[in-house]
């Protein structure tokens, strides 16, 4: 059994809610003490993981309980860590301005692949936040590549992952697919 300080329900939440929620508990935890969120959102672990990152605290890992995931976090020590946020931002109508204007625009989808089968750009290549790492190498780091998820979030911490690792043209998209207006299609029976 793994001691926690606090446990937080994030069952039957999608992104960005789990994260939203964490950040709310964390901030009224002590430095070093440890949260259990529990999630069955599959993209939570990918998001866990990036979020802590980004804002310094311990992603300690995650066990799966049937379809619930928990995950372990432990809550940055001395000074507060201000959550960072990717710079460079595009909003959706400007993303279509630049798919129509350029048919070679790099649009890539961090969301779990059950939500790029249901709708996505056209163009998009789909590439899932938590398989981010480890396909580094299907992009091209000189490339202009505009990230985007359902909420703009999981998109943001990618757009980071990416340009810490030497992508030069990286933009986030806001608010990402949840508020898309543009061409889209299925692929659910492919």
């Not at 993209?43 to 990152?53: F, L």
């Not at 999981?154 to 980071?160: G, M, T, V, Y």
């Not at 992508?167 to 492919?190: A, H, I, R, T, Y």
Request: aromatic share 4%; proline share 3%.
């Amino acid at each position: 059994m793994i001691k926690t300080n606090s446990v937080l329900d994030a069952k039957g939440l999608a992104c960005p809610m789990p994260i939203v929620r964490t950040k709310k508990v964390m901030n009224g935890l002590e430095a070093g003490e440890v949260l259990e969120v529990q999630a069955t959102d599959k993209g939570s672990t990918a998001d866990m993981k990036a979020w802590a990152e980004s804002t310094g605290h311990q992603y300690l890992g995650t066990v799966e309980e049937g379809t619930v995931l928990k995950h372990y976090l432990r809550k940055a020590c001395g000074e507060e860590h201000e959550e960072k946020k990717h710079e460079k931002v595009i909003s959706n109508e400007e993303l279509l301005q630049k798919i129509e204007e350029n048919q070679n625009t790099i649009v890539l989808d961090v969301r779990e692949s059950a939500e790029y089968a249901f709708n996505h750009i056209p163009s998009a290549k789909s590439l899932p936040m938590g398989e981010l790492g480890e396909r580094f190498s299907e992009l091209d780091k000189e490339s202009e590549i505009f990230v985007i998820c359902r909420t703009g979030s999981r998109s943001d911490l990618a757009a980071q992952k990416l340009t810490a690792e030497g992508f030069k043209q990286v933009v986030n998209v806001e608010p990402g697919m949840s508020q898309w207006s543009g061409p889209s299609q299925k692929s659910v029976n492919e």
